[in-house]
């Protein structure tokens, strides 16, 4: 019986750790140059910012391949790619409108954009589960639903009769015009 994939040589013990160590504190180095941006879910890149710069660790301190160097250079490379990234983002909306995505309304009031739902591919009863997280207790609180780009949705609710919704917080979402 070949038992090679359950054990390993002890000599390679203290490699794996002392690989693990450098490249762990090469990714909080990189975090604190680059910034906390590096693993926010802000957009479709900072997600997969994240899933590759963990992939990365794993595949480093693991397998024999990458060798640590190859394995550091790939995390900072990913880590200049984001940071270079944010800079276009900032510096231009024609590149922002490029790489994100835009919210989406997904209720207005009380009233359910089924045509948004579909877009965003949600449906009503995942909808009705973040109403619930939200301690939305009836339609008559909710000020808008938004399908964020990060995937996550926000609900803007209240308990307060004729509370209004803060203009700016709609900015730039989709089917906003549907709450003036």
């Known amino acids: 019986m070949n038992t090679e994939w359950i054990t390993a040589e002890w000599a390679n013990i203290p490699l794996m750790l002392f690989t693990a160590l450098i490249t762990y504190a090469t990714i909080l180095v990189l975090t604190r140059v680059v910034g906390l941006r590096s693993f926010s879910k802000m957009s479709a890149s900072d997600f997969?910012?994240?899933?590759?710069?963990?992939?990365?660790?794993?595949?480093?301190?693991?397998?024999?391949?990458?060798?640590?160097?190859?394995?550091?250079?790939?995390?900072?490379?990913?880590?200049?790619?984001?940071?270079l990234l944010a800079w276009l983002r900032r510096k231009s909306k024609t590149f922002s409108k490029l790489v994100d995505n835009e919210p989406l309304l997904l209720m207005s009031g009380s009233t359910i954009l089924d045509e948004n739902l579909d877009?965003?591919?949600?449906?009503?009863?995942?909808?009705?589960?973040?109403?619930?997280?939200?301690?939305?207790?009836?339609?008559?609180?909710?000020?808008?639903?938004?399908?964020?780009?990060?995937?996550?949705?926000?609900?803007?609710?209240?308990?307060?009769?004729?509370?209004?919704?803060?203009?700016?917080?709609?900015?730039?979402?989709?089917?906003?015009?549907?709450?003036?």
Do not use: C
């Not at 910012?49 to 550091?72: D, E, Q, R």
């Open 48 to 83: 997969a910012m994240t899933i590759a710069v963990g992939s990365l660790f794993a595949s480093t301190i693991a397998l024999k391949n990458p060798s640590l160097l190859i394995g550091l250079l790939a995390i900072a490379s990913l880590y200049l790619g984001q940071w």
């Open 119 to 180: 877009k965003a591919n949600v449906t009503r009863a995942d909808l009705f589960g973040k109403l619930r997280e939200a301690n939305a207790l009836n339609y008559d609180q909710i000020l808008a639903v938004v399908f964020e780009t990060t995937g996550d949705v926000s609900v803007l609710h209240t308990t307060t009769d004729n509370q209004t919704l803060e203009p700016d917080f709609i900015q730039n979402v989709i089917g906003s015009e549907m709450l003036t």
